[in-house]
């Protein structure tokens, strides 16, 4: 039987903090009921220490999860029902039937914890709005 579960890309360049604290959020929020991704145009070798941090104080261990930088294939676009850039200008190649979605945030890039914590309590919002769309 195949798989019905509704599937997510998240998207920015480095894949390094907002797609990243994206899908560890969704992931949070939906459980099973979806399949996450997240992927970057021009992965970073690491993760964002400060997005770890603001991540580690709402229960999520990115890093105990296995997250890390993955380069953006066309595959994981051909594969995904819904794809959400973050906000920053990232190409990405387009395809019939897929719903797109581009959530304009602040970059984390460089920023303290203080500064990333409004980032990710933005994004849960978002994806509690993207769940309740989903089922």
Known sequence: MPDTRPEVLFLCVHNAGRSQMAAALLADVAG????????????????????IEAMQEVGI???????RPKRLDDA???ASDVVISMGCGDTCPIYPGKRY??????DPAGQGVEAVRPIRDDIRRRVEQLVASLT
């Open 32 to 51: 099973d009921a979806v399949v996450v991704r997240s992927a970057g145009s021009a992965p970073a070798d690491d993760l964002n220490p400060a997005v």
């Open 61 to 67: 261990d990115l890093r105990a999860a296995g997250a």
């Open 76 to 78: 994981a676009v051909q």
């Open 101 to 106: 979605e581009t959530w304009e945030l602040d």
